[in-house]
């Protein structure tokens, strides 16, 4: 991501103060930036948002893998600072938010919603942060809490549930990231599907949201903000 964000910079009139890896100095180049964008690694958030706040810099954050008590902790951070976070950065992905909850909030319980992700074989969190904001939007149109997400399926189950969310990781080869999200009823399925191919397009939406985040007043915001879906 680090390098796909180097390529799309100059596409997007954004000059890049520095590149660099978690485990690099990074305070010495926090004061001359405008903007702290973050594709690192779960374990550096929590240090980069501590140097937001004491430099007083906007920070946008795509990285996922949080646990959820880390990521209450860190939230509470974020709102300290103007923050774009978001688990998926793709102007399409950001759409299918957006579809998603309105189809949830339209068709009632009885439409089973199941959503399956699909990223490379290298991946190390599951499910991806997509999918998770995927069943976040799920849950709350359906007033649903983590109880009722279903992760995969084995052996005899019983019948499916009215009020269980299926959630189907898979991981494979080199597939840049699947989403769907299916309402299925008798008689008829509606599937949402986006399909990213190149990850240039979350490089182009992390760079629209560090312009977009500029100038903010300090809170918690995501793509939906930027984007204008709300």
């Known amino acids: 991501m680090g390098q796909a964000i180097a390529a799309a910079a100059s596409d997007a009139g954004v000059n890049l103060c520095a590149t660099l890896d978690a485990g690099d100095a990074v305070a ?6 405008d903007v702290i964008i973050d594709f690192s690694s779960h374990r550096a958030t929590e240090a980069l948002l501590e140097l937001a706040l004491a430099h007083k ?8 893998g949080h646990s959820a008590e880390e990521k209450t902790r860190l939230l509470g951070l974020a709102q300290q600072v103007p923050c774009v976070w978001a688990g998926n950065f793709s102007i399409g992905v ?7 909850r309105r189809a949830s909030a339209i068709l009632g319980a009885e439409y089973d919603i199941e959503v399956v992700e699909m990223h ?7 499910p991806s942060g997509t999918a998770a904001r995927l069943l976040e939007i799920i849950q709350e149109e359906r007033k649903l809490s983590a109880a009722a997400l279903r992760h ?12 269980e969310i299926g959630v189907h990781a898979l991981r494979g080869g080199d597939v ?50 930027v984007l204008g879906l709300k």
């Open 94 to 100: 950001n759409l299918l938010f957006a579809l998603t």
């Open 28 to 33: 010495d180049h926090i004061a001359a930036c």
């Open 176 to 225: 840049v990231g699947d989403h769907t999200v299916m309402l299925a009823a008798m008689g008829e399925r509606l599937e949402l599907t986006h399909k990213a191919s190149d990850r240039g397009i979350f490089a182009r939406g992390s760079l629209r949201a560090a312009q977009w985040l500029v100038g903010r007043k300090a809170g918690l915001y995501d793509m939906q903000d």
């Open 57 to 64: 810099k906007p920070i946008v954050i795509g990285t996922t």
């Open 152 to 163: 995969g399926r084995e052996g005899i189950t019983g019948e499916r549930t009215p009020t």
């Open 120 to 126: 490379h074989r290298f991946k190390k969190d599951a």
